[in-house]
């Protein structure tokens, strides 16, 4: 029913091939609808459904049909994310706490005993009295 059918704007993960029904598709972010070039048979049709490219994920169907029988082509159409320069707002998501992870508290005393005695070092050299012979 259908030779051939390849996605102008897009970039379709395997090649196409008439018994294979499923398809993944990536996109660009900016397109608004897949542009299909296909060769049909004699006698055959082809009706797009959904066309419309609102979300990053979005499922086209393609009909191919005759007198006697219809096949779909379901195509998964992902749109890919522009890569952007990067700004202090990424560098601020960079910084987040991913997961909710506790600090060994091992680590924390440690730390902690070891910031004590650096400051009471700190403060015996600073204020440090000069004996007088």
Known sequence: MINDLQILNGNLELKFNPY??????????????LEFSYNLEPDCYINIRNNTLDNKENMVYVDVYNIDKTITYTFLVTKEEENSVSG????????????????????????GIGLVLTIIILFSIIFRRKKHN
């Open 88 to 111: 202090i707002d990424d560098y601020k998501k960079s910084l987040e706490i991913v997961n909710n992870e506790s600090i060994n508290i091992l680590y924390v005393q440690c730390l």
């Open 20 to 33: 294979t029904y499923e398809y993944t598709v990536k996109v660009d972010s900016n397109i608004e609808s």
